[in-house]
């Protein structure tokens, strides 16, 4: 049987990928599940980020070593937050290999990348592409992606938790199969920065809420051509002691924007209160027929 010149372009791109996945593959962990084994990406010294639809309370990880069989430890959960499908693990005796990660900024549709997992104990890849790169989405769980990250072809079974990489085996971002219907996505990298940070010190996402009760209603036409909208969200309740009440806005208020962005309603209001836990905002509001803005402090839930 005839080999392939190692200077051959095929060659080059064989042993380049090989390369990537020899680099990453330390930082590859696998989590023990309920139903067979997962994957997990070592974030720090004692930190495994993976899927959050798949992370129990307590489990085992195995992390691998060097020539040698996996060390299993006890990990723990830290928290999670179904609206972005990430779990932070804490693992006893700490000594992981932190993954490299990387920015989607750079990356093209087309380009090569490789799912990696370790359902089992060896490191096991997948080859795949970059097909779609896409602006920032609400997940239908609440969360915010940073990007759009989609590949080519389903993920397959255990690889959900793991990391996507470059071909310098560096983590694009983090593989799910449950967060958006249809989609095999990568969590990417700034969005797991973001996540991460949220589920270790508060043990979860921290999500805006104004303690209201909305309904949508549609705004009189002098309004709606002065504000450049046709309706917004109408308080019909307010939570006692509650963001909203605290800073003196009234049922009946219509709201119309937060922060700048509009309300066409309760759906509007939800969204635009998910990331702005804790913060100082202002609130435009019809009252008696006139346009004015108030300030609010909105609360915050995990």
Not at 28 to 57: C, Q
Not at 166 to 195: C, K, N
Not at 263 to 292: C, F, N, Q, T, Y
Request: hydrophobic share 45%; aromatic share 2%.
């Amino acid at each position: 049987m005839s080999q392939l010149a190692p200077t051959s372009p095929f060659a080059q791109l064989s042993t380049s990928l090989a390369d990537a996945v020899d680099r990453a593959a330390p930082s590859v962990v696998r989590v023990d599940r309920r139903r067979g084994g997962g994957t997990g990406i070592a974030w720090s010294d004692d930190l495994v980020v993976t899927s959050a639809f798949h992370a129990p309370e307590r489990t085992t990880v195995e992390v691998p070593v060097a020539g040698g069989e996996p060390d299993a430890r006890d990990a723990v959960l830290v928290g999670r937050d179904p609206g972005t499908d990430v779990a932070v693990l804490r693992v006893t005796g700490g000594g992981l290999t932190p993954a490299a990660f990387r920015d989607v900024d750079g990356l093209a549709v087309g380009a090569l990348a490789l799912a990696l997992g370790r359902p089992g104990r060896s490191i096991r890849a997948s080859l795949r592409i970059i097909g779609v790169l896409g602006p920032e989405i609400r997940t239908p769980g609440g969360g915010r992606l940073d990007r759009w990250v989609e590949t080519d072809r389903q993920l397959p079974r255990g690889f959900a938790g793991g990391p996507l990489i470059d071909a310098a085996g560096e983590v694009i971002g983090m593989s799910t199969r449950t967060l958006v219907r249809g989609a095999d996505l990568a969590v990417p990298t700034e969005t797991l920065r973001r996540v991460v940070a949220e589920i270790v010190a508060h043990g979860g996402v921290r999500r805006g809420y104004l303690g209201v009760g909305a309904y949508p209603v549609a705004l009189p036409a002098a309004l709606a051509a002065q504000l450049g909208q046709p309706a917004g969200a109408l308080i019909a309740s307010l939570e006692d002691g509650g963001p909203a009440a605290t800073a003196g806005l009234l049922v009946g208020d219509i709201l119309t924007r937060l922060d700048g962005e509009r309300l066409g309603g309760p759906l509007e209001l939800r969204a635009a209160l998910l990331d702005r836990g804790g913060k100082a905002v202002d609130v435009e509001l019809i009252r008696a027929g006139a346009v004015v803005t108030q300030s609010v402090t909105l609360g915050s839930k995990s």
